[in-house]
């Protein structure tokens, strides 16, 4: 067909690739076309031979590719044939810079992993410089595995929050706010006075979403965590969180005010859809109900909980109390690596066989929480998560040919048991095109790796003595 | 160094390509080398910059680079640098044929798994063509993702040992023998003189190692059962099984039996170091003294069992028992892909939140029980599994650049946490090159994904009727 177009190659020339999308101008409607459309919306709308209209930053529309070509004469197009076209992944939950410690922490508890290497490595080495190194090394593992968004918690959020606009994704950056001195901000007032400052400097980014992050209710007090939600309050963003992550935290709130977690959040009065949850692996049935009563959102993080030991969260009772429940990674010194692939994999592995229940999760809906749920549960339902007329361009295009995927006889069960983030070919992020065929288009790859390299050796060396 | 030498290319040729070696001669050794050796002996070796020198189709030495570069000068070298050097990955239980199967019964209970998807399409599709079909593409997804060794149990296992042959993979490969018509053998009697044939055939050959394979306790009769022990006592064979799989056989068995499956085939006088047991979900802590004193191997499969909701095996306590534990991924119908790095993933992970121990079962026991306790546990334990003097050549190269990879700090924890079957290299077995740079030199991929079209249209039409 003549109006299919190779018309992407100068994108490889490196200079402002990122800014660059099919059409000629920046409102003419382009197609994503000849793939296997599926759509993640609530109908669980499927099209083979289908297509996705993108007119700037948003879906204009989605249908079978011969009526989109028709509706739009002419419009250039990306030849999606033989891959699936589907909606960005959303990574709920994760500590972005932490990659320069991936894996430097394994097989240990709880105590050995924090105070033996996590909090000296990062008190040693976390600083601005750091972050953004992380940050970047992060987002080109999260495009090459098809994320789109990323939940983060951690510090310098206004640094990440710049990486992560600079690599052209999409992110909830949430500053952290704890107890004690964090390696930005050494007290409470200056952490407050950057958060005032952040929330306002990111206020109606396209691609970022500025949010509070109390850590969490063992090491932020009372009146601190009512504070953190009055300025997610004030400025209308979220506030994220841990909460019931952990044995020894449900032991500490009960003991010290005789609830549950979830139910001394809510006693503050600050329990509502502005919070995201991270981990909830201990709510009791009755704070199951005020979860999904307050609609807050869950991330859900089953291969860092099972790698922590840590315990299983409840997620078909929370899925069948209305809650919306996304996927997170966590960081990468917790769960080595940022697929969100092998976490809908073992979502769905997990909950059946603590259940006893090979149906009480499908990959159908292990997709969902890792798109249109995990959407809801960081509270931008109304910007992504599915292939929806009106919803922003974040989607992503999966070969479906591996030796690992092949034969296929299920779109879902393709996605979710067999394919890898390395399957991931393409990635659009608010209409612009950030991966092609595998290369990220935004990064310079080999300015990260020499600076992973240095910070690596760097880490190694500082472990050394203590081995 | 001028040693260094790029001699592979003519490799890609594609004629016989499998039988060459870089050795100019086949007695000649030569070295790979250059990369981190990481042993998995005993001892735990590890050897930056290091080599191992091949000799036909045996490891003749393994240690630094420099050290084997000066005892055997002029030898041809195949470079590793910035590569792991590691024994070949050892998939301890599967049924290659179902690939074609991969996904067609997902989130089904399992009576709609057997009786409703799978019993029905074996009778249908499963005759000779589809078991060469199926294990090629096996074979191609198998050596992509490192691994040298595969234990099967399917039927036609004549065809699957030469296909394997051809493929250039050790395998052992255990014909099945069940109570009821099989899509090869319709009597009992049938099967017994096919695998007669079966195992004579086989004897002595340099890559494959014949088996019997009773199906299970509750599709095998007692004294079936000590007919095919029996069989594989005289040809001095391994008897592979399904033992303590299942809720239901448990009870079958103690209902009948008064005693659980393990003690069950005690009794029979059958339990001995050549039975390899797939999944052992269920031995009682008595049973499990029984395997460890009968020398039992038991092939773990964590991913298909949390699939199934079939439980979760007691792997730590059977380590700690001593009983030789593999890792197997089970057939693809099961659990959808054949990746071992997955599973070693996941046991680590799931042993440690079934336990609440973070440390319970390492990276490093993760790693062993997909090679030296993996050949252990299926008698192959002064063959393969380490990269050891004596042994066969069964080696892998596997990329340590990946971006879910870099930075790290420690080679278990990289491989076994962050190292994808995407990030192998190369593939040597019994000291031929079978992969290359992610590019297998045995089977024509071409030819087996146009088949593999053909089946996956004629198995998709047969399901339609029903959906």
């Known amino acids: 067909m003549s109006r299919r177009c190779v018309l992407l190659a100068v994108l490889a020339c490196g200079m402002a690739a990122w800014a660059l999308s099919p059409a000629a101008a920046s409102e003419d409607v382009w197609l994503v076309d000849g793939g296997l459309v599926v759509a993640m919306d609530e109908a669980g709308t499927i099209i083979p031979g289908g297509a996705v209209a993108v007119r700037g930053n948003r879906i204009e529309a989605v249908g079978p590719a011969a009526d989109l070509a028709r509706r739009f004469p002419g419009a250039r197009c990306l030849d999606a044939s033989g891959r699936i076209i589907m909606p960005g992944l959303i990574n709920a939950h994760t500590h972005v810079p932490m990659t320069l410690f991936r894996g430097v922490a394994d097989d240990l508890d ?6 033996g290497r996590i909090f000296p490595l990062e008190a040693r080495f976390v600083d601005e410089e750091f972050v953004r190194w992380g940050t970047r090394l992060a987002c080109l593992e999260l495009l090459r595995g098809g994320v789109t968004t990323f939940v983060d918690m951690y510090y310098f959020e206004d640094a990440i929050a710049e990486e992560a606009a600079r690599c052209g994704m999409r992110a909830v950056v949430g500053e952290s706010l704890i107890d004690f001195p964090a390696p930005d ?31 969490a209710t063992y090491t932020v007090s009372a009146d601190h965590l009512r504070e953190a939600h009055a300025l997610a309050a004030k400025h209308d963003v979220p506030m994220l969180m841990h909460l019931a992550e952990a044995r020894y935290e449900v032991e500490f709130v009960r003991e010290k005010h005789g609830k549950g977690p979830v139910e001394y959040v809510a006693s503050l009065g600050i329990l509502d859809d502005r919070v995201v949850a991270a981990h909830m692996i201990f709510p009791s049935p009755a704070e199951i109900a005020l979860l999904a009563e307050h609609k807050v959102g869950v991330a859900h993080c089953p291969q860092s909980n099972m790698k922590g030991a840590s315990g299983v969260a409840p997620v078909p009772a929370l899925l069948a109390a209305g809650v919306a429940v996304g996927l997170g990674t966590d960081g990468a010194a917790s769960n080595n690596d940022l697929s969100l692939w092998e976490e809908m994999d073992t979502a769905a592995k997990l909950h059946k066989v603590t259940s006893g229940d090979p149906k009480v999760l499908n990959a159908r809906t292990a997709l969902a929480m890792a798109t249109r749920l995990g959407a809801k549960a960081v509270g931008l339902q109304n910007v992504i998560g599915s292939l929806e007329a009106g919803k922003r361009a974040d989607l992503i295009l999966v070969r479906t040919d591996g030796l690992h995927q092949i034969p296929h006889y299920d779109p879902y069960s393709l996605l979710v048991y067999s394919t890898k983030a390395s399957d991931v070919d393409t990635v659009i992020i608010d209409g612009k095109v950030v991966m092609l065929a595998g290369r990220v288009l935004t ?25």
Chains 1, 2 share one sequence.
């Open 185 to 215: 901000n050494k007290t409470w007032a200056d952490a407050l006075a950057y958060m005032e400052r952040f929330l306002v400097r990111w206020r109606g980014h396209p691609l970022i979403t500025p949010a509070v992050a109390p850590h």
């Open 443 to 467: 990064v310079s790859e080999a300015a990260v790796r020499e600076r992973v390299a240095a910070y690596q050796e760097r880490i190694a060396a500082s472990l050394e003595p203590r081995k």
């Open 110 to 115: 709880l105590t050995g992993f924090l105070y």
